[in-house]
């Protein structure tokens, strides 16, 4: 009501804000595109950092904060999360004054990577929706750090990393979330925790997952997380992730793809975050090579440290791939996974990867790095049995075994049954009466019911 008495017309918005990052950007634009289907008014905050091209956008309406990093000179994912999230508390906090004053702001939709967002929506009493772009699972393992910090396992790191963890099965301590991409564990031990803690104190949860996959760790996720949780993916079942690329897809890999096999290749990608040293490189390009099967590898400019892109492999390997093998610097990924000549997919088990993967029916072979990757992959090897993971590392012997093991062995075919099953189970999810379909009612209809609590 204004001061006349009358009750003054704002209209009615969601507020998103992404985590800047290409495997979080893809999943919240998914996110906004199936709410705004759904009628809702959709005005994206987002940071300077890795903004994405709002002309592809014209539905939506956009808000960019200053982030500070530019400046800052802060590389690495884990300096950069834990940067902005100080950097951005005030600019966060005065856009979304903004529009709060410009418009009827239902709810706040952030992804936990932002902690410090709950802070803000509570203090101007808006509901803050969580969005969790990774699977279940490896967000319980998340949860569960403190007690593997209290149990020793950090500090077991060096020792029997083979040993399962009695608490997590079937998590084996080299499995535990903190990952290679720095060596400060305390800084991802506080970011880990503050993402935890504060989506405890939000008003609902969203996963990109189908609980058909999950279902065994939902009434954990439930015991620990006393919210409404809504559960509604694959998102890109919805919308394809190919719009808010940062990087341009390469679509002669497709026209090579044409001209292979049926299920004859293996795609390799390692996501849009993961490095690897030159060593590595090379295990990875002599693997592929000593497998003798074709393979479409992406090779992101800035995978390989201290390489602006391949020209650390020796020749010997560059001939011995171009018989049959393709390197680009960043494919059409789901176009690819769904191309009849992929037989298999070597992924770093990011979970937008896996996810693609499983729509596609397509098996994997899992060479995680850090964070949800650890989980996700032994997940995908060890309780759904549609991968092979990959348990020494980037090793060439491994690999060469791990390829002959999918792509040719009868092993393989077992995980593309297995594998081929779940996709038929995401079909049904998604339609009318689907576990996925009717979370979605659910979330429409939670968001609605904000409205009147928030008025
Ligand atoms: C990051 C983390 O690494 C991951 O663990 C977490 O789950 C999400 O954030 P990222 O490395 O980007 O993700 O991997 P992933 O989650 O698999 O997302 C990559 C996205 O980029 C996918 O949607 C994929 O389709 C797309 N992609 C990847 C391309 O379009 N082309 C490519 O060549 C490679």
């Known amino acids: 009501m204004d001061n006349q008495g009358t009750t003054s017309i704002l209209q009615n918005r969601i507020v998103l804000f992404p985590l800047p990052f290409q495997g979080h950007i893809n999943p919240m634009f998914q996110l906004a595109n199936i709410l705004h289907s759904r009628g809702f008014n959709i005005s994206m905050i987002h940071t300077k950092y890795n903004f994405p091209n709002p002309s592809k956008y014209p539905h939506f309406n956009f808000h960019i904060i200053s982030d500070g990093l530019l400046e800052s000179g802060v590389s690495n994912p884990v300096n950069i999360i834990?940067?902005?999230?100080?950097?951005?508390?005030?600019?966060?906090?005065?856009c979304l004054d903004r529009l709060m004053f410009d418009y009827h702001v239902d709810c706040v939709i952030t992804d936990a990577n932002w902690p410090f967002t709950?802070?803000?929506?509570?203090?101007?009493?808006?509901?803050?929706?969580?969005?969790?772009?990774?699977?279940?699972?490896?967000?319980?393992?998340?949860?569960?750090?403190?007690?593997?910090r209290d149990k020793g396992y950090f500090s077991n790191l060096d020792s029997n990393m083979d040993a399962p963890i009695e608490e997590f099965p079937p998590l084996k301590i080299k499995d535990i979330p903190q990952g290679e991409i720095t060596s400060n564990s305390e800084d991802v031990f506080q970011i880990i925790d503050a993402m935890v803690q504060q989506t405890k104190k939000a008003s609902a949860l969203i996963f990109n997952t189908f609980s058909e996959l999950e279902e065994p760790d939902l009434p954990k996720l439930y015991n620990q997380f006393l919210m409404q949780t809504f559960t509604i993916g694959p998102f890109h079942k919805f919308f394809s992730a190919s719009t808010t690329s940062l990087l341009t897809h390469d679509m002669n890999s497709i026209s090579w793809l044409d001209k292979q096999e049926p299920k004859s290749v293996l795609y390799v990608s390692f996501g849009s975050v993961a490095t690897m040293d030159t060593q590595k490189l090379q295990e990875?390009?002599?693997?592929?090579a000593n497998s003798k099967q074709p393979f479409l590898w992406v090779i992101r400019p800035g995978l390989v440290n201290g390489s602006e892109w391949i020209e650390t492999l020796p020749n010997e390997i560059l001939e011995s791939i171009s018989e049959r093998g393709y390197i680009v610097k960043w494919a059409p990924q789901q176009e690819v996974l769904s191309h009849f000549a992929i037989g298999g997919f070597w992924t770093h088990?990011?979970?937008?990867?896996?996810?693609?993967?499983?729509?596609?029916?397509?098996?994997?072979?899992?060479?995680?790095?850090?964070?949800?990757?650890?989980?996700?992959?032994?997940?995908?090897?060890?309780?759904?049995?549609?991968?092979?993971?990959?348990?020494k590392g980037l090793e060439r012997d491994e690999i060469e075994n791990a390829i002959r093991r999918l792509m040719?062995?009868?092993?393989?075919?077992?995980?593309?049954?297995?594998?081929?099953?779940?996709?038929?189970?995401?079909?049904?999810?998604?339609?009318?009466?689907?576990?996925?379909?009717?979370?979605?009612?659910?979330?429409?209809?939670?968001?609605?019911?904000?409205?009147?609590?928030?008025?």
């Not at 990875?284 to 592929?288: E, I, P, Y």
């Not at 189970?425 to 904000?450: A, H, M, P, R, W």
């Open 408 to 455: 040719v062995e009868k092993e393989g075919d077992g995980m593309r049954e297995r594998i081929l099953c779940l996709k038929e189970k995401i079909d049904v999810c998604l339609n009318t009466g689907g576990s996925s379909y009717q979370s979605l009612e659910k979330l429409v209809d939670f968001i609605t019911s904000l409205r009147s609590s928030t008025v």
């Open 118 to 148: 709950q802070a803000i929506a509570d203090s101007v009493n808006l509901p803050r929706i969580v969005l969790r772009t990774s699977s279940i699972c490896s967000f319980l393992a998340f949860a569960a750090v403190s007690l593997f």
């Open 349 to 391: 088990s990011g979970w937008n990867s896996t996810l693609e993967s499983i729509c596609e029916g397509v098996p994997m072979i899992c060479s995680s790095f850090f964070g949800d990757q650890m989980t996700n992959s032994r997940y995908v090897s060890d309780v759904w049995k549609i991968g092979i993971k990959l348990e």
């Open 284 to 288: 990875v390009a002599f693997g592929l």
């Open 82 to 94: 834990k940067f902005l999230n100080s950097n951005c508390v005030e600019p966060f906090r005065e």
